[in-house]
């Protein structure tokens, strides 16, 4: 699956690799920064040196600014490389399912393949982009500040090496429980459609029927489907 994927990245390999550059950058300058302020505490408040001040406090401008710039390119070039395969994958999805045979059609309903084509291709987008940012911040963020932290203070850092088993076992967890949430929503969201191509197609049979005794009854599956999908939610 992850072959097929990576085949519509395309003309978005060159930002998406970009995007993984700057958020590492990112997360460097953002540790680095507090190292600086304690020297700008230790060296230059404490010490008395105005020298020292303003040395420590003109790299901490200069970083912050660094900071700042890597984060702002990274989250433009991310989105703007996650909305560029979105918008290949779907085509690539829709030009896929021109090749359908008649058994093919008869296995996916419409509604499924609506779906795929939009409600699947912008999840996939959304992961995409948070892979390109938070999926590298969180393992650089763990590397580098493991190594500052023993840098400081050995006792202290042995602290995050109790926890981090901790903490992933929670999140095996987490993931485990939400899984079968997320299958839920699917197949509701298949309903859903299906649902509403139903009622965009019946539209000119419940208006001549209009003086039917009820004619909410033609759509009276809309809500159900919309309420399944918002309990599913919660």
């Known amino acids: 699956m992850l072959h097929t994927l ?3 990245l395309r003309e978005n390999k060159g930002p998406a690799l970009v995007t993984v550059l700057l958020s590492a950058l990112e997360v460097v300058f953002e540790i680095v920064i507090p190292l600086f302020m304690s020297n700008l505490i230790d060296f230059g408040i404490e010490g008395g040196s105005m020298a020292a001040v303003w040395k420590f406090g003109a ?3 200069l970083l912050a600014a660094f900071q700042l710039s890597t984060g702002v390119l990274a989250a433009r070039i991310a989105a ?3 909305v560029g395969f979105a918008a290949n994958l779907r085509e690539d999805m829709y030009n896929n399912v021109q090749t359908f045979a008649f058994s093919n059609i008869d296995k996916f309903s419409t509604a499924s393949i609506v779906t795929r084509l939009t409600t699947d291709t912008t999840n996939v987008q959304n992961a995409f982009q948070m892979l390109m940012r938070m999926a590298i911040r969180a393992p ?8 500052v932290s023993f840098r400081i203070s050995r006792d ?7 926890i981090l088993p901790i903490l992933a076992l929670a999140l095996f967890f987490i993931i485990r429980s939400v899984f079968p949430v997320f ?5 509701t969201y ?4 299906n649902v509403v191509q139903e009622n965009v197609r019946g539209i000119r049979v419940v208006k001549s029927f209009s003086s039917a005794r009820s004619p909410s009854a033609f759509i009276g599956t809309f809500p159900k489907a919309s309420g399944s999908s918002r309990s599913t939610r919660r």
């Open 183 to 187: 299958s839920r929503v699917f197949r």
């Open 156 to 162: 202290i850092s042995m602290t995050f090496l109790i």
């Open 59 to 61: 790299f901490l401008l």
């Open 6 to 8: 990576t085949r519509s």
């Open 140 to 147: 650089v963020m763990l590397i580098f500040s493991m190594i």
């Open 190 to 193: 298949d309903e859903l459609n």
């Open 80 to 82: 703007r490389a996650s």
